[in-house]
Structures are given as C-alpha cells and as structure tokens.
C-alpha cells in the first residue's frame, strides 16, 4: 500500500542550485499535481498533469518545471534555487473516474534553501 | 478575493466536546464540491469529507460533519465528541466546476489549527 511516494523527505540547497523532487504513485490515478505549503498560507498549486504528457501550471509555477512521461512518475524540477523555494512541497494524485476526486497526498519533502 | 477562507487561525476545545472550524467560499460555479483535510504535526494530509454542491443532504464520516449552507456558502466542519487525536490543523479546500472528468484542482485555505485539551 504505497500510495503516493516523494523523494527526498528533506533536502539542503545552496541558491542557484537545482534539484529535483521525485514522485511516484502506484493507483493509476490519471490526475497528479505538485502543491507547495508555506506557513500560515495554506497549499498553493504549482503544476499538474491529467495524464503523461500532459502538464499544465498551477497558481505558483515561477521557478519550477515538470514533466511527465508516464502515469506513475511526476517529478518536480526547480532550477537556480532561491530562497523563496524555502517551503514544504506535496505531490498528490487523484482519480478521475469518481464524483469526489479525492486528492491522495504524498507525505511531503521538506526543501530549505540557504 | 480569496476562493476560500478559514478565520479561524486556531480553536481550543475540551476533549469530548464538539467544536465547529468556520470555512466560506467563494465561486460562480453551479457545480462545485467542497473538502476537509486534516495535517496532524507529523505533516500528511488526511482527507476527511466531501460534499458536493449539489448534494441534499450534509456530508458525514463518523465523528465528522460538514455543515453545508449554499446560501450563505459556508461548509463548516463539525467534529463531534471531540479526542486527543483530532488536535491537528485542519484546511478547508474547493474543487470549481463538475467532477467525474475535470481536473479535481483544489484550492485551499489557510487552516485552523485545533487544540484539543485533556
């Protein structure tokens, strides 16, 4: 029962690095989206995908890339780091055949940027 | 204007008590459904309870509740019978537009943390 799976759970970046965040889902879930959660502000939508080879942006998308090559994996490329990036990132996938549409939550990586 | 907003930033209650965790939105779809997630400290989100907009009948999963008034749009979560375990913070979250083969985007608050004394 993995669910939704994120590597790494916490990371260290020096400003103008780049790194990638790795998310994996095994639910077939058609829907996968990349969430950030800053203090006392709430998740804020970065990018999502409704199926591979399908991305879109989300409300905060500056400074990020993705991609998504197929249903399992959706990673999260943030390049020349900054530390406004400092936050807590959540990837979530969903399924699209229900009413509800649900958001399944990975258990989040932790990124700081120095 | 924020999509959704929780005025709550934090809320005590007794244990075995029943607490109630504001939530309004705001849209101009007809279709729409509103959702609960629960972020203890250890960081997951956990979903709770759904309703949708055109859903008769208020939401329930157990102890949980959505007090669900389209008119005024508020989904207010009530968590009845309050435990030590319910102290987490709590978002209140929208999905615009018709499920079953949209995108299922949701736009969150920014939480209530709930407290629950012993």
């Known amino acids: 029962n993995a669910g939704v799976t994120q590597t790494p759970k916490f990371r260290i970046l020096k400003i103008g690095q780049s790194m990638t965040l790795q998310c994996a889902q095994d639910?077939?879930?058609?829907?996968m989206y990349w969430y950030r959660q800053d203090p006392g502000m709430g998740l804020k939508l970065i990018y999502y995908?409704?199926?591979?080879?399908?991305?879109d942006k989300g409300e905060v998308p500056n400074g990020y890339n993705v991609s998504r090559s197929t249903t399992e994996d959706f990673p999260l490329r943030l390049e020349l780091a900054a530390p406004s990036q400092t936050s807590v990132y959540f990837c979530a996938s969903s399924y699209a055949g229900g009413p509800v549409g649900e958001l399944f939550f990975g258990e989040g990586s932790r990124l700081t940027v120095l | 204007a924020q999509k959704i907003t929780q005025t709550q930033p934090g809320m005590f209650v007794q244990e075995k008590e029943a607490v109630t965790l504001d939530c309004t939105y705001d849209?101009?779809?007809?279709?729409?459904?509103l959702f609960w997630y629960k972020q203890p400290s250890s960081g997951e989100m956990i979903f709770l309870i759904y309703q949708g907009s055109y859903d008769e009948q208020n939401a329930t999963e157990g102890r949980y509740s959505l007090n669900f008034q389209k008119a005024r749009k508020s989904a207010n979560l009530v968590i009845s019978a309050s435990q030590l375990g319910d102290s987490a913070m709590y978002f209140c979250?929208?999905?615009?537009?018709?499920?079953?083969?949209?995108?299922?985007?949701?736009?969150f608050g920014k939480g209530t943390l709930l407290t629950v004394n012993p």
């Open positions: 979250a929208m999905r615009e537009g018709p499920g079953g083969g949209s995108n299922y985007k949701l736009t």
């Open positions: 639910m077939n879930h058609n829907y």
């Open positions: 849209t101009s779809d007809q279709s729409y459904g």
């Open positions: 995908s409704v199926g591979a080879g399908i991305t």
